[in-house]
T-cell receptor, first 113, second 114 residues
Framework: SQQGEEDPQALSIQEGENATMNCSYKTSINNLQWYRQNSGRGLVHLILIRSNEREKHSGRLRVTLDTSKKSSSLLITASRAADTASYFCATVAGGTSYGKLTFGQGTILTVHP | NAGVTQTPKFQVLKTGQSMTLQCAQDMNHEYMSWYRQDPGMGLRLIHYSVGAGITDQGEVPNGYNVSRSTTEDFPLRLLSAAPSQTSVYFC?????????????FGPGTRLTVT
């Protein structure tokens, strides 16, 4: 079963606007990762946030993690048409499941020029 | 570096046929894994390996076999293809001995089973 559930399933915005995607998960985690997938391509790693971190930044990306609510959000600021892609969160469970990365079903982001 | 490479890019099989999806990486990564991606879904883990000679099952291992004889290669074998195995398959690798690090993905193999 999917560990991460993402919301919304699809998001359509204009260039220059901010895009926020949310991810919820069910069990305790070691870390949470965000990936981007352009149509017909493999996934590209964006950012990793560990369970003892609350916020991380990378360029125009900002990720937050709330372990009490078992949720994370990805904010893309000043979006561009090139940001059009599917975005996935993925979790590594705590305990002894370090070999397994579990993905959510993704958010499809469309940025209109 | 070529990164993670996968062959073939596309494949059509008939039900009952077997085949091997190839995956190779040139980054000396210990951790390698196979996922399948179905429409409207995220990736689901099939098998993974934390080094040569060590493999383990993921979420959806039935119908698939793996082995890891070298650090570089991690082939995925479909023993007797079924239409339910129609999917896009991705191989990934990372430098750690677990999934807790940035994963590098290959471009994928699109498999259709008729």
């Amino acid at each position: 079963s999917q560990q991460g559930e993402e919301d919304p399933q699809a998001l359509s915005i204009q260039e220059g606007e901010n895009a926020t995607m949310n991810c919820s998960y069910k069990t305790s985690i070691n870390n949470l990762q965000w990936y981007r997938q352009n149509s017909g391509r493999g996934l590209v790693h964006l950012i990793l946030i560990r369970s003892n971190e609350r916020e991380k930044h990378s360029g125009r990306l900002r990720v937050t993690l709330d372990t009490s609510k078992k949720s994370s959000s990805l904010l893309i600021t000043a979006s561009r048409a090139a940001d059009t892609a599917s975005y996935f969160c993925a979790t590594v469970a705590g305990g002894t499941s370090y070999g397994k990365l579990t993905f959510g079903q993704g958010t499809i982001l469309t940025v209109h020029p | 570096n070529a990164g993670v490479t996968q062959t073939p890019k596309f494949q059509v099989l008939k039900t009952g046929q077997s085949m091997t999806l190839q995956c190779a990486q040139d980054m000396n990564h210990e951790y390698m894994s196979w996922y399948r991606q179905d429409p409207g879904m995220g990736l689901r883990l099939i098998h993974y390996s934390v080094g040569a000679g060590i493999t383990d099952q993921g979420e959806v291992p039935n119908g698939y076999n793996v082995s890891r004889s070298t650090t570089e290669d991690f082939p995925l074998r479909l023993l007797s293809a079924a239409p339910s195995q129609t999917s896009v398959y991705f191989c990934a690798s990372s430098w750690g001995l677990e999934a807790s690090y940035e994963q590098y993905f290959g471009p994928g193999t699109r498999l259709t089973v008729t």
